[in-house]
């Protein structure tokens, strides 16, 4: 077996990036977030109480081999890359939190904010609508958060190969949409 770490890499420092961001304080500050997240390919996480946006997107110059096409004039933050943070020998992370759409976020704001979240919310439909913010016709809480959510979607094999764990709690949940996807 080769002794060189690169000939066993699979190059998952590659194929994404990870820089920190301010804490969110306000309703202002998850919406700017949630906008991050309604991205393709972007992910925002929690770690030791930092928050980080992260990229997930292939480097240009990773070969098929996982081998970096321009070694030697690799940029700056590659060359102080080092094995002992290495994405391939430390394993799984644990995230505080991990998210991947913007429902994920905004549930953690509700949770997190409570009504602050809500009354943003209301504010937000009323100026992108130009409803009335006071009195009759101004919208309700709970029917905007409801409009905000999206469907869960739950993917599974085939009736003939088994199911997702939690899809018999699901089959109750209308927001819920079952997926059967063919492995054939």
Known sequence: MSEC???RCTALCCRYFALPIDSPD???DFDDIRWYLAHENVHVFIEDDEWFISMQTRCQHLQD???CDIYEDRPHICREYSTDNCDFYVGSYEFEQYFTT???LEEYAQQALG???KQYAVRQRAKNTGAPTKGEGKPAGKAVLEARRRPK???HP???RGHAPDAAADRDDPDVIELTVSTE
């Open 26 to 28: 306000t309703p202002s």
């Open 153 to 155: 979607v739950r993917a």
């Open 102 to 104: 913007p429902e994920q």
């Open 65 to 67: 081999d996982n081998r």
């Open 158 to 160: 085939s009736r003939g």
């Open 5 to 7: 770490l690169c000939d």
């Open 115 to 117: 009504s602050r979240m």
